[in-house]
């Protein structure tokens, strides 16, 4: 049983080879008002603190199967959320054994024969202890539940405002956290972060016409342009409002940078954009290849190599087109090619987005096919006269 980090039940585990000195030392704790927890040999104590989690452990040094401070050493390496304290009661009375013990991780060192108050003072000191890593571990935790709950609140803004740009979020945040856990400049720490601000990226348009993020580049007009433009700034001021949110605001600002140094709102480049907004930055022209251009995985390729070391960082191409290569080998695993509209069954799924005549998204990847959907797409192949195939899954 594995103890939350907000877990304030408190149990005490006694080790000692000794029945009478077991007793003794577990009616100490008990006398305090603690659980005692009891095992006769070192082994027997790591499979309680396995099951049980207490958390302090007192532990006779010398004992059979299992030595005590082995014992510690097991515990310190388990890795458990919650801090245990480790307290070693030993006959070995040299200085040496004491740094022995602390070296190995304990806590406490408590030299047998012991006065039972000044032992008991020493149980006092490591309740306190694991009581105020509890507290700290508690308000740890509130602070990223309310961190998660506002990323998903500002997350479903989005979502709000445009059904294609919250779609278009999800994917550069997944995209950016796979890349991100083979990028070797980003920590474990750093992927929190990078989702986020990947998630959020996008803050900023809430408010503009639709038509500002609808439209291509080129079909903007110079209003609207700006307006594009100015996003970055307007989600780095809506999330630099909320403290814990202000590592993300940055990094929102900065994802429309270019390794070239034409990019906005600052004009960053190369090693002064940070890895987590190139990482975006690639993570979206990616998507956007993908979603919105209507490129084949070939032209995909191609369209990454130009911007390669221009407007994209060369790491993060060179990590996008292997996951490219990867996805692109499982789909092939998986496809069954173009099939005609005419042989089109219930339960079939589409391996690729069906755009119609004005580009519009009519159905979206990896939908499963009801009736409604092929009676869709045949209508709209005998109005538009356009292809009569699909792209579909063999495992539907």
């Not at 499979?47 to 030595?67: A, G, H, K, Y």
């Not at 515990?75 to 959320?81: C, F, H, K, L, S």
């Not at 740094?99 to 991780?105: E, H, S, T």
């Amino acid at each position: 049983m594995t103890s939350r980090p907000c877990d304030n039940t408190l149990k005490i585990l006694v080790a000692d080879d000794d029945p009478n000195h077991l007793e003794m030392v577990s009616l100490l704790v008990r006398n305090l008002g603690y659980p005692a927890l009891t095992a006769e040999d070192g082994q027997k104590a790591w499979e309680i603190f396995q099951e049980e989690s207490p958390r302090i452990v007192v532990t006779d040094w010398v004992m059979p199967r299992l030595n005590g401070l082995d014992l510690c050493r097991k515990i310190r390496e388990a890795g458990r959320a919650h801090y245990t304290y480790l307290i070693i009661l030993s006959g070995q009375n040299g200085p040496q054994d004491a740094a022995r013990g602390l070296a190995g991780g304990i806590d406490d060192y408590v030299m047998k024969p012991f006065k039972i108050d000044e032992f008991q003072a020493r149980i006092e000191i490591g309740v306190r202890i694991v009581r105020l890593e509890t507290e700290l571990a508690c308000r740890y935790e509130a602070i990223r539940k309310n961190y998660f709950q506002t990323i998903r609140m500002f997350s479903n803004l989005i979502e709000v405002y445009d059904r294609e740009l919250g779609g278009h979020s999800r994917r550069v945040a997944a995209l950016s956290l796979k890349i991100g856990k083979r990028h070797p400049e980003i920590s474990e720490e750093d992927l929190e972060l990078l989702e986020a601000a990947a998630l959020l990226k996008e803050i900023g348009m809430i408010g503009l016409p639709a038509a500002v993020f609808s439209k291509r580049r080129v079909e903007r007009t110079g209003e609207e342009g700006m307006l594009y433009r100015s996003h970055p700034e307007m989600g780095e001021i809506i999330l630099k409002e909320i403290e814990f949110l202000r590592p993300v605001a940055a990094l929102v600002r900065a994802h429309h940078e270019q390794f070239n140094g034409l990019g906005f709102p600052d004009g960053l480049g190369g090693e002064e954009i940070p890895v987590p907004a190139r990482i975006i930055s690639g993570a979206t022209v990616y998507d956007n290849l993908l979603y919105r251009g209507n490129f084949d995985d070939e032209q995909v390729v191609q369209k990454l190599m130009m911007m390669r070391g221009f407007q994209l960082d060369p790491k993060v191409v060179s990590l996008i087109l292997e996951l490219h290569k990867e996805a692109v080998e499982e789909k092939m695993k998986n496809h069954l090619g173009s099939v005609a509209l005419t042989d089109l069954a219930e339960g079939m799924r589409l391996a690729k987005d069906f755009h119609g005549a004005t580009g519009a998204l009519l159905l979206p990847a990896n939908i499963q096919l009801n009736r409604q959907h092929i009676e869709k797409l045949k209508k709209h192949q005998q109005l538009t006269g356009l292809t009569d195939k699909v792209y579909i899954y063999a495992s539907f």
